[in-house]
């Protein structure tokens, strides 16, 4: 394993810049944005209907993949036979507290079937498997032994790690990332959508920098409009050549709310990047009330040195 990285001090860690997230605007258009989408419905309640709904949004969009619970295997591969569209199954959704065993078995048993009914061979679905994460802060070797079994088992489809980073500490999140970077796993996913907070541009860029320009990086969580997919762009993919589906996606169950409005943030981009954010709706640090004690004091301490602590006067330190 790698030695642990320094934490850095700043707060906050992103620092958006107008010249910059302007020219990122204008290089994208809705169809662009459309191909790094996963449209995706884990719900519990999720019946054929919404499935073919999803599909033809993908279809006539150009989205990436389908992102569904593991039973849709049946219905899926038919219904994206023949289409460019990936079929994506998240393992062990929400909690990832299967053991390596039974998680290596759904994923071999996910892979062939798809195989079966898709007929199409190699190369048409991912997995984004949830790890342990309460096994990674007992052990970090077992969540690098669960990844790699996870990929053993997926006989060369491409893996994406949930690793639930709103449970994570902001070291915890650099240790996490270590190990995805040494696994075999293709993707770093931040959260399975039903964490107490989602995606955070903070947590993308640390995960970016850590996992470097041989991975992929997955935002997940409360993505439904396109200035929010172009900040966590430009926190996770800040260079053109990570500017690709095959290195950067957006997990969202809102595809066609980013996808129209696009159009309005290429039609008014700087008045859409001059109205800003309350930088604390941005940062996980904010996010803390469901959370243990041990992130949120960690939490509330970097609050404390943040230049945009007014924001949070009333917060209790």
Partial sequence: ????????????????????????????????????????????????????????????????SICVNPVEVDIL?????????KECYVLDFPLGKMDIEMKA?????????????????????????????????????????????????????????IVRSAELTEAELYKVSEVVAESKAHFIKNSTGMDAYGAMPEHIQIMREVVGASKGVKAAGGISDAMTSMRLMYAGAPHESLQTPELFRLGTSKPLQIITSMGWLLHNTNDWIDAGVIPCTICPFHHT??????IREASNRRCQTCKFKEYRKHKEF
């Fill in 289 to 294: 009330g469901k959370l243990r004690v041990e």
């Fill in 1 to 64: 394993m790698k030695q642990d990285k320094e934490i850095p001090t700043q707060t906050p860690l992103v620092e958006f810049s107008k010249e910059k997230m302007n020219k990122l605007v204008k290089s994208f258009t809705p169809d662009k944005l459309a191909s790094f989408l996963d449209v995706t419905d884990l719900n519990a309640d999720t019946q054929s209907p919404k499935i073919n709904k999803m599909v033809g949004w993908a279809k006539n969009f150009g989205c990436a």
């Fill in 77 to 85: 591969p038919g219904l994206l036979k023949r289409s460019s569209v």
């Fill in 105 to 161: 078995a759904l994923t071999s048993h996910t892979v062939k079937k798809s195989r079966e009914n898709r007929g199409e061979g190699k190369g048409k679905i991912d997995l984004d498997m949830v790890i342990n994460v309460g096994r990674f802060k007992k052990d970090p070797k077992y969540t690098l032994e669960e990844i790699n079994a996870i990929c053993e088992a997926a006989d060369g489809e491409h893996i994406k790690v």
